[in-house]
């Protein structure tokens, strides 16, 4: 069974940075893209950012605009999302995700999300 644990979520400042992480078990593919969604209060989960298994290609929801960082460690079926220049709008519950093969946005496994909330 799939399991993706997220953590790291927590209360910044606007302005600050926070590191999630996203452990992933129970995978038994040889290739998979990991990604991270958000959904705040009200609106539609959004996407954030992914990343390929090979060659760790990056894509980014066109809010990120440089702030964000998604990478991976293969050895540890980790993936991490690094936010710098946080705003309060960035407040939500980030939620990792696995699709198997390559990214197409479409995800196969979620996680139970992490909350982040970013203070004015």
């Known amino acids: 069974q799939v399991q993706l644990v997220e953590s790291g979520g927590g209360l910044v400042q606007a302005g600050g940075s926070l590191r999630l992480s996203c452990a992933a078990s129970?995978?038994?593919?040889?290739?998979?893209?990991m990604a991270w969604f958000r959904r705040a209060p009200g609106l539609e989960r959004e996407f954030v950012a992914a990343?390929?298994?090979?060659?760790?290609?990056?894509y980014y929801g066109d809010f990120v605009k440089g702030r964000f960082t998604i990478s991976r460690d293969n050895a540890k079926n980790t993936v991490y999302l690094q936010m710098n220049s946080l705003k309060p709008e960035d407040t939500a519950v980030y939620y990792c995700?696995?699709?198997?093969?390559?990214?197409?946005?479409?995800?196969?496994?979620w996680g139970q999300g992490t909350q982040v909330t970013v203070s004015s």
């Open positions: 995700a696995v699709q198997v093969g390559t990214w197409s946005g479409a995800p196969n496994y």
């Open positions: 129970g995978l038994t593919f040889s290739a998979y893209a």
């Open positions: 990343i390929g298994w090979n060659r760790g290609r990056t």
